[in-house]
């Protein structure tokens, strides 16, 4: 039921960009939050960028200025576009659909990110 799918990881040298899409698929929905998180080997899963049911958007520390959120509500989409990489950017990246009237929760399988040289 509802299924993300996520694409658009890869390896990019610091500097670079990156450009992550999902998709859900399967279903419709009507009022729901929709954004991006990653983990990195060892650590805990984080917040990276949100887009709310009502408009808003919501960055983690680290990349604002650097990742820019986007959403495509015809197409129950969400895209996250990653500039400027470093290091320690580098993750699974995992997208999340969250259903408001629900409460639902979804989640894609993960798309990797890799920033070295």
């Known amino acids: 039921q509802a299924p993300l799918v996520e694409s658009g990881g890869g390896l990019v040298q610091p500097g670079g960009f990156l450009r992550l899409s999902c998709a859900a698929s399967?279903?419709?929905?009507?009022?729901?939050?929709m954004g991006w998180y990653r983990q990195a080997p060892g650590k805990q899963r984080e917040l990276v960028a949100l887009?709310?049911?009502?408009?808003?958007?919501n960055y983690a520390d680290s990349v604002k200025g650097r990742f820019t959120i986007s959403a495509d509500s015809a197409k129950k989409a969400v895209y996250l576009q990653m500039n400027s990489l470093k290091p320690e950017d580098s993750a699974l990246y995992y997208c999340?659909?969250?259903?408001?009237?629900?409460?639902?929760?979804?989640w894609g399988q993960g798309t990797q990110v890799t920033v070295s040289s």
């Open positions: 887009v709310t049911g009502g408009g808003a958007y």
């Open positions: 999340k659909l969250v259903d408001l009237i629900t409460n639902g929760e979804y």
């Open positions: 399967g279903s419709r929905f009507r009022f729901y939050d």
